[in-house]
């Protein structure tokens, strides 16, 4: 029989319990959030529940619209929930805070100013001196393998490496957790092999706890400890899996036996047998499909 990804090595279960024995940072509890909209109530998220212990790396996946953004911007303090609360090393979380980084999947940084003083923005506009902030700014910038560009404005670089600087200047503040919304949903397969290796890298290096947003499978357990599955209307807690991939990950790991249990778990929580959604159509309804190409222009 093949392995279960319940099937954990000694170090493994090892690891996870040395995880589990450290602080929680991040509380949710019973959390909902629903939307207005013209046809009626969307309920959004529904009765959320998650633990996240300090330096841990959960990864967030499920289907289009399972509510995977609304959770994140709700935990950034950008949405407000409708109903249960978030806290963050015990304290509410009511509104943006300097607690916690962001990086989103569009390049957010500022294009007029360059790579050093992206990285100093943050700095600065919490009180330090422009000399302080630029010693701190060169730091992070050297953590992310960047010192060579300080002086580059954004457009001079490539996607990686302007996410790179979208880390450098989140990790600058200093945040309890790092929020990160699909942040290389943009970048090439190759890059963003790279990408994740670098934040494994990064995240081994300094005491910050991550939250990653992906719709990629193989990425989620490639990075995570822990992979909280969504399912979708309402978004609610499908399945929190504990990735029995052995650290560190290294691109080897893709063939291992615990990387394709896992691998085939999470295709059958977010990708169902057809027979399933089959059953829910009626067979007998068929799609009235517009030609809008010539007729002669045949595809196949
Ligand atoms: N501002 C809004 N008003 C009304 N409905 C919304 C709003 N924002 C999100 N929704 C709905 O809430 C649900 C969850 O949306 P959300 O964007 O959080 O999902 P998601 O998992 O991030 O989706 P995707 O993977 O496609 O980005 C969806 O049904 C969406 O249509």
Redesign the pocket.
């Known amino acids: 029989m093949s392995q279960s990804y319940l099937q954990q090595s000694e170090a493994v279960r090892a690891r996870f319990e040395r995880l589990k024995a450290r602080e929680v940072i991040l509380e949710v509890q019973g959390l909902g959030k629903a ?3 013209p046809q009626g109530q ?1 309920t ?1 998220l529904k009765g959320i529940d998650l633990r996240i212990h300090r330096r841990e790396f959960v990864c967030v996946i ?10 994140i911007r709700i935990l950034a303090g950008l949405e407000q929930a409708s109903s249960g609360e978030v806290l963050l090393d015990g304290q509410p979380v009511t509104g943006p805070g300097k607690d916690r980084g962001m990086v989103f999947q569009g390049y957010t940084l500022f294009p007029w100013l360059n790579v050093l003083r992206n990285v100093m923005f943050g700095l600065e506009t919490q009180g330090a001196s422009r000399h302080e902030a630029q010693a701190q700014a060169r730091q992070w910038l050297d953590l992310v393998g960047l010192s060579a560009f300080a002086h580059h404005f954004p457009h001079q670089l490539s996607g990686g490496m302007k996410q790179r600087v979208a880390i450098a200047r989140a990790l600058a503040i200093q945040p309890r957790i790092l929020l990160m919304d699909e942040p290389f949903g943009a970048l090439d397969a190759q890059t963003r092999a790279r990408m994740q290796a670098h934040l494994l890298e990064i995240w081994k290096n300094i005491d910050i706890t991550v939250l990653f ?1 992906t ?1 990629d499978l193989d990425e989620a357990i490639f990075l995570a400890d822990r992979i909280l599955v ?1 399912k ?2 309402p ?1 609610e807690v499908q399945e929190l899996i504990e990735v029995p991939v052995p650290r560190p990950r290294s691109a080897a790991q893709v063939g291992s036996p615990e990387f394709q249990a896992t691998k085939a778990r999470l295709e059958a929580l977010i990708h169902p047998p057809q027979a399933a959604s089959d059953a829910a159509a009626p067979d007998d309804v068929v799609p009235h499909l517009i030609r809008f190409t010539h007729v002669s222009d045949n595809v196949e």
Do not use: E, R, W
Request: net charge positive; charged share 5%; aromatic share 4%.
């Open positions: 939307y207005a909209a969307v959004a499920g289907p289009s619209g399972c509510g995977k953004s609304t959770l947003i719709h969504l979708a209307h978004g």
